[in-house]
């Protein structure tokens, strides 16, 4: 019989082959990357749900900074439920689902279509009903993802949208290059953090509230692993920017309160610094991590990643950290991480 998590924990590890796969195939997104620029959009609309969701949060960061593209992450409901009259004309759309068979995110892209966008999939099944409905189709190329709770899905996700931005950018090789550095440094990083990670869970077994905070491109890992937290640990996480937390949440803050902060080295440090040390002030318990986690003062707890070439390659480094945090905090409360109550692989909801 299978150990409980074992299925999650064998994909957060295969994450770096399955992003090496994925690279194999940078052509084609350098093709499709080609092909937005070509046309030039007014914006790039993004739309997902769950971890997709996060990725989007992601691309908005990515084709601004690597593309000098708008982007923005889409409301499904605009389109498929009100039917809002938009202009979507000199638009493109990238959908994200690791099925491809969300219903409305498939109906959202069918419509965009018939609107005149240039639709683009990207999901592990190219067969599926997204690929179908969109003009261009790009794999994820994960391999099978056995596990309720997303990994190696997300990580290609990440990678597809840089890609993408590459291409559009007219810098595809110089991306996909510093990606196979990524894939180089994950692998190295994965049995340290890993056992980081189990040293310091058990101390979190109490905890059921919790708040995750980033910023810019590690808004999306903020995204991530709170979700994670959530899906497999039972703990309401709540992610946030850095700037956020003081608009309100702080006031929430009480002793011992979990804080985990993603400290990268890019613009946004200083932001998440002063927002880490507003927490800490309020009392809250931190958890640093990102390549920059030692700039957090005080921090009782640090899961720190290596530093990538760009800022743009943070996030796939520091998801790692939720990641294995997650599957040890799980097994130390004794969950079930592939098998999350309640939750399924393919999400069918409307």
Not at 7 to 13: C, G, Y
Not at 70 to 85: C, F, G, K, N
Not at 157 to 178: E, M, P, V, Y
Not at 214 to 231: I, Q
Request: net charge neutral; with cysteine.
């Amino acid at each position: 019989m299978t150990r409980p998590g074992a299925l999650f924990l064998s994909e957060i590890r295969g994450q770096p082959h399955a992003l090496a796969r994925l690279l194999e195939h940078d052509a084609e997104y350098e093709a499709v990357g080609a092909e937005i620029a070509r046309r030039a959009p007014a914006a790039i609309r993004l739309v997902g749900h769950g971890s997709s969701d996060a990725a989007a949060s992601y691309g908005v960061y990515a084709f601004g900074v690597l593309g000098g593209l708008t982007a923005m992450r889409d409301s499904i409901s605009l389109t498929v439920y009100y039917e809002a009259d938009l202009d979507v004309s000199k638009s493109v759309v990238i959908a994200l689902s690791q099925s491809g068979r969300t219903q409305d995110v498939v109906e959202y892209v069918a419509r965009m279509r018939d609107r005149g966008a240039f639709t683009v999939a990207i999901t592990n099944d190219p067969r599926s009903a997204l690929a179908v409905a969109a003009e261009a189709t790009l794999s994820l190329l994960a391999g099978p993802e056995r596990s309720v709770a997303a990994s190696k899905t997300y990580m290609n996700q990440l990678a597809s949208l840089a890609l993408l931005a590459g291409g559009a950018a007219g810098k595809a090789r110089k991306i996909a290059d510093g990606l196979r550095r990524v894939a180089e440094q994950m692998a190295e990083m994965l049995d340290p953090l890993a056992l980081r990670a189990g040293e310091i869970a058990p101390a979190f077994t109490y905890v059921e509230r919790m708040f995750v905070i980033g910023r810019g491109f590690e808004l999306a890992t903020a995204r991530e692993v709170a979700l994670k937290l959530t899906e497999t640990c039972r703990i309401a996480a709540e992610p946030l920017t850095a700037t956020d937390l003081a608009h309100g949440p702080v006031a929430a803050i009480e002793a011992l309160f979990p804080v985990w902060a993603i400290a990268s080295h890019d613009e946004t440090l200083a932001a998440v610094l002063e927002a880490a040390a507003r927490a800490r002030a309020a009392g809250a318990t931190l958890v640093a991590s990102g390549s920059a986690a030692a700039k957090i003062a005080d921090a009782a707890f640090a899961l720190p990643v290596p530093r990538p070439s760009r800022p743009a390659f943070a996030p796939l480094l520091s998801v790692v950290a939720g990641q294995l945090f997650a599957a040890a905090l799980a097994r130390a409360k004794g969950l079930d991480a592939d098998r999350p109550e309640q939750l399924t692989k393919v999400t069918l909801a409307q």
